[in-house]
């Protein structure tokens, strides 16, 4: 099995003359093109430019490897280019600061073809380059033919002897680049050669174009001393190494300092993988926050009580949905009516939707109960969960029910923020402190903890939180219900920009309570917060569509065009993390013109009359929108704010980038 069904003699240039990079990648891609592994060149080269923009593509010994993936690529293949003057860092960016760039492989890679041959041969390719000998003698040919006849040969890299079984250290490692090809290979290679050098064991897994590579056995991971992440994308599969140590760095790391990646693995992690763990090994593996600074654990607690009671939002803001979509649409009733005492009894399914509407009441009822508990648990772990869940019970108002008082002001979310972690740290303080006889043990948590645990929630709610926070909401209350204009537009504004500033962080998810908590009290519509959910996904999914009608080429890379359909779509589910590579990627450009976006479309939306009261910002929730006019209005102009915004800045910058290389 050789390399020169991948390329042609055609495609090899040597002794060549150019004093800069764009026109060295342009002149490659033309012969590619010419030589038809390519149906658009310009798509390709744009490919190739935004890679050069994510990372530096020069290595080490005079060697570059630029490479691009991309639809317009029809076969995989390279082209090879040796210069007769070297190219210093100024002129082309490399890993070693004193590499000065002769030798250039330009790799095309299809965007769909994982598991092709050609692929993997591309794969032995980059790992090939790795070894001295062969890349000098690609230097020194002096000749087209004679540089062909060198990729005659088995291009099998050998395996390093640090994988031995015998190794007293043992270390793993994840390599993964944008493209799957180039780095991901090269970095693996990299680190087995250190790893050998230092008499080290390791295994490399590699998640590139082929998928998962040399997979990593729950046996290694059991003997492995850590684990080292090279890697440009999201980790696969990366709770299994819940509980190892580890390092965590861009995939081209490895190329130039594996040794020391490696010795700081082992003496200096950046921390334990996180994942999930039994309530039984809770206090083993997580220290039940011990380790942990006070303003962390706080944030993990309104985290996790968060993340639980998101999916009571959805089922309550569903079956509410369904309902008077029925209701109304179905049945052609009065909205207004669908509660009324009058269908208790009425039979068929006027009823079924009446009692429906309830539960979907009742389903809201339990929002803060939930929230409470779960932000307990993050504490002090199930023996928070009584005391927070009572907790959460005062703040809904639930108690007023019971004890039948009608105009009591709960004290909503931010009594179940209070009572929902007191109860944690009160849970746990009683955990720790009461030490009972092996013979009673049991009675502490079955018992003990959570008796008194609630006894003392009680005592807080009723003489400092209830009083507290109950009179705090209603002077919010009243405050809110009176801005009229301009202060409910700031309202709006606000909302708005802390849901679009983290596409489904620990902001969004703040401001996303906050609004809930005004809502359900029907104190302020969630209009702001809905139309913030949607906007950012369905904006930045519109730049990649219309990015080549607009400026006539493409201003994103291919993955970020593939993740951008995806965006589109899942922003119609009001599913906002579908733009999370966008921000990720960008973050400096693209999370200002998300939350100028949604705050624009939000404000637009509300000055022009929408009403949205239910949480349902998906597209089966428009139909409940009061003005959808004025709604659609609103997200048009975010939307197509966030899409131009995007695309001419980022054209700006490309265009900026081609005069720097005097393209």
């Given amino acids: 099995m050789n390399l020169q069904c991948m390329t042609q003699p055609e495609l090899i240039f040597t002794g060549q003359h150019f004093t800069n990079k764009t026109d060295i990648l342009n002149h490659l891609a033309e012969a590619l093109w010419g030589q038809g592994y390519l149906n658009d060149k310009q798509l390709y080269l744009d490919s190739v430019l935004q890679r050069e923009e994510h990372s530096a593509t020069g290595i080490e010994r005079g060697l570059a490897i630029p490479h691009g993936k991309s639809e317009a690529v029809k076969k995989a293949g390279f082209a090879v280019m040796t210069l007769d003057t070297p190219l210093s860092g100024d002129s082309w960016a490399s890993l070693s600061p004193d590499n000065q760039v002769e030798l250039i492989i ?20 980059s790992k090939r380059l790795m070894n001295k000998d062969f890349t000098d003698q690609l230097k020194r040919a002096g000749s087209p033919e004679k540089v062909y006849s060198l990729l005659d040969q088995d291009v099998t890299a050998e395996r390093n002897a640090a994988t031995a079984s ?33 008499g080290i064991g390791i295994h490399v897994e590699k998640q590139g174009a082929n998928g998962i590579e040399d997979r990593i056995t729950p046996e290694m991971i059991q003997k492995a001393d850590g684990i080292l992440f090279a890697v440009d994308t999201k980790v696969k599969e990366k709770e299994r190494f819940a509980g190892k140590p580890y390092v965590e760095v861009k995939v081209a790391e490895p190329l130039k300092n594996s040794r020391q990646l490696i010795q700081t693995l082992l003496d200096r992690p950046q921390g334990i993988v996180e994942g999930e763990s039994t309530s039984d090994d809770f206090a083993k593996n997580s220290g039940a926050g011990k380790h942990k600074t006070v303003k962390e654990e706080l944030t993990t607690a309104v985290m996790t009580g968060i993340s639980y009671m998101i999916p009571m939002l959805v089922a309550g803001g569903l079956m509410l949905g369904i309902a008077k979509l029925v209701w109304v649409y179905a049945l052609g009733m009065d909205p207004g009516q669908i509660g ?34 779960f932000a307990a648990y993050s504490i002090s772990d199930r023996l928070g969960l009584v005391s927070g869940f009572a907790g959460g019970l005062f703040s809904a108002g639930l108690h007023y029910t019971f004890w039948g008082i009608n105009g009591g002001i709960p004290s909503g979310f931010l009594g179940a923020l209070v009572l929902g972690i ?15 006889p092996k013979n009673f043990a049991a009675m502490k948590p079955m018992f003990l903890v959570p008796g008194i645990s609630v006894f003392a929630i009680f005592l807080l709610n009723m003489y400092l939180v209830d009083p507290v926070f109950g009179q705090l909401n209603l002077m919010m209350a009243n405050g809110i219900k009176s801005m009229s204009g301009t202060g409910q537009l700031t309202l709006s504004a606000v909302i708005a920009a802390a849901t679009a500033f983290d596409l489904g962080g620990p902001v969004n998810k703040a401001a996303g309570a906050i609004a809930i908590g005004l809502a359900s009290d ?33 201003v994103f890379p291919a993955d970020l065009r593939v993740v951008g359909g995806t965006s589109f779509l899942l922003g119609f589910l009001a599913i906002s993390e579908g733009a999370l590579p966008f921000m990720l990627r960008n973050p400096l450009i693209t ?12 404000c637009i939306a509300v000055a022009l009359g929408a009403v949205q009261w239910l949480p349902l910002p998906a597209i089966w929730g428009w139909p409940l929108v009061e003005n959808f006019a004025a709604y659609f209005i609103g997200l048009a102009v975010g939307t197509l704010f966030i899409a131009l915004a995007n695309i001419f800045i980022r054209y700006w910058l490309i265009r900026k980038e081609e005069k720097k290389q005097g393209l």
């Avoid at 009823?351 to 409470?372: E, M, N, R, T, W």
Wanted: aromatic share 10%.
């Fill in 340 to 373: 009324d005492e009058l269908y208790k009894t009425s039979g068929g399914i006027t009823q079924f939707i009446h009692y429906l509407d309830g539960f979907g009441s009742l389903l809201f009822k339990f929002v803060y109960p939930v929230f409470a508990m």
């Fill in 422 to 436: 007191a109860a944690g740290y009160i849970s746990r303080f009683l955990n720790e402190k009461i030490k009972l």
């Fill in 106 to 125: 330009l790799l095309a890679v299809p965007e769909t073809e994982a598991g092709d041959l050609h692929l993997k041969l591309l794969g032995e390719f």
């Fill in 522 to 554: 029907q104190v302020f519509p969630l209009t702001p917060r809905v139309l913030a959910i949607v906007i950012p996904p369905i904006g930045l999914g519109l730049a990649t569509m219309l990015d080549r009608f607009v400026v006539k080429r493409r």
């Fill in 166 to 198: 015998d190794a007293k250290t043992f270390v793993l490692a994840i390599t993964s680049c944008a493209t799957g090809i180039a780095h991901t290979y090269m970095a693996a290679e990299a680190l087995n050669k250190a790893a050998g050098e230092m």
């Fill in 591 to 602: 999370i200002p013109i998300n939350m100028i976006g949604a705050i624009a479309g939000s």
